[in-house]
Nanobody, 117 residues
C-alpha cells in the first residue's frame, strides 16, 4: 500500500491550494479518508474527513474555507483550501482508514503548506 500526497507549497494569505493524495494497493471504497496537519510545536490535528459514504466533517477552524472530496476513479482524496491564513501553515498528512477494521490505516508522507506574505 502506498499513499502519495502532493500539492503543498507557499501561498500568500487569502490564497488557495489543492492537496491530493492518491492510494495504490487498496480497495478505495473500503476506506474513510482524512487530512491532518501538524504545525511546529503542536500536536497533529484532524482538519477534514470524508467517509466511504461521502459524509464529511471539518475542524471548526477551517469550516467554510476547506473542502474535502474523494474521486474513486482516481483513488484520490482532495483537500481544496481557500482563504488561507498564516495559522494554516503546517505539514499536511493524508490518512486512509478501513471503514470496518479501524486498526488498519495508512498515512501519506506529508506535504508542507506555508501561508505567508
Amino acid at each position: 500500500v502506498q499513499l502519495q500526497a502532493s500539492g503543498g507549497g507557499l501561498v500568500q494569505p487569502g490564497g488557495s491550494l489543492r492537496l491530493s493524495c492518491t492510494a495504490s494497493g487498496i480497495i478505495f471504497s473500503n476506506y474513510d479518508m482524512g487530512w491532518y496537519r501538524q504545525a511546529p510545536g503542536k500536536q497533529r490535528e484532524l482538519v477534514a474527513a470524508v467517509t466511504s459514504g461521502d459524509r464529511t466533517n471539518y475542524a471548526d477552524s477551517v469550516k467554510g474555507r476547506f473542502t474535502i472530496s474523494r474521486d474513486s476513479a482516481k483513488n484520490t482524496v482532495f483537500l481544496q483550501m481557500n482563504s488561507l491564513k498564516p495559522e494554516d501553515t503546517a505539514v499536511y498528512y493524508c490518512n486512509y482508514r478501513h471503514m470496518r477494521l479501524r486498526n488498519v490505516e495508512y498515512w501519506g508522507q506529508g506535504t508542507q503548506v506555508t501561508v505567508s506574505s
